[in-house]
């Protein structure tokens, strides 16, 4: 049986935004912030799909990422050797 009460505040327009939600869901707000606490780690089929799809384009693009860091790191290593080059000639002349 539930017999304690919790209270928070919020702003008029979060208040607002929690009513809509619950209201779409046809329960009261109690009920709806109830669900919310006990299925905190639940996640919709949705959610579960949209998180499928970021995570395949992260695991897609994080090998063409590291094989252009290696790119500009041996474009960088060139340059500098190009530049100890012009250096080193400056300095004899």
Known sequence: MQTERVTFLTTPAAKAALCSRAAAQGLSVGEY???KVE???DLTPAQ???LRMLIDAVNEAVPKMNASIDEM???LRHT???MDKLLDR???A
Request: aromatic share 0%.
């Open 39 to 41: 299925d905190d780690d």
């Open 33 to 35: 912030i109830r669900r």
């Open 73 to 75: 790191i041996e474009a």
């Open 80 to 82: 500098r050797e190009d």
């Open 90 to 92: 400056e300095a004899l």
């Open 48 to 50: 579960e799909a949209e």
